[in-house]
């Protein structure tokens, strides 16, 4: 499994790349055929304080890609935020690649 940590205006911290990975370790509980991580941690620019840190991530999995972001007022917030998202993505993804090969006997008209 590939993992690309980055940041844009902001410094990764050893240990908030340590509590990215604990993060994302939930998502390869889930769904074992993770190819790779991509995220991107950055703090925006805007005038108000509410919702300037911001965490997004790709997820390369077999069969497709999957993508979440999350902004918040805390990163690690967003970070928490986020791996809800992709979990229930992959979560879903996993279940339409089960019933996609269900038993072909099942299937009304066969």
């Known amino acids: 499994m590939n993992l690309t940590i980055s ?3 902001l410094d990764v911290t ?3 790349r340590a509590y ?9 509980r889930h769904f074992d055929q993770v190819v790779g991580f991509k995220v991107l941690l950055s703090v925006e620019k805007q005038k ?9 991530c790709n997820i390369h999995v077999k069969g497709g ?5 999350s902004s918040h007022q ?7 935020d986020l791996v809800d998202k992709l979990d229930r993505q992959v979560v879903r993804h996993k279940n339409r690649l089960q019933n996609h090969h ?6 009304p008209g066969a």
């Open 48 to 56: 108000e304080k509410e919702k300037r840190q911001r965490a997004e």
């Open 20 to 28: 990215v990975q604990s993060k994302l370790e939930r998502i390869t």
């Open 102 to 107: 269900s038993d072909p006997r099942s299937r």
């Open 7 to 9: 940041g844009h205006h």
């Open 65 to 69: 890609d999957l993508f979440a972001e």
């Open 74 to 80: 805390d990163l690690y917030a967003a970070v928490d």
């Open 14 to 16: 050893p240990s908030l």
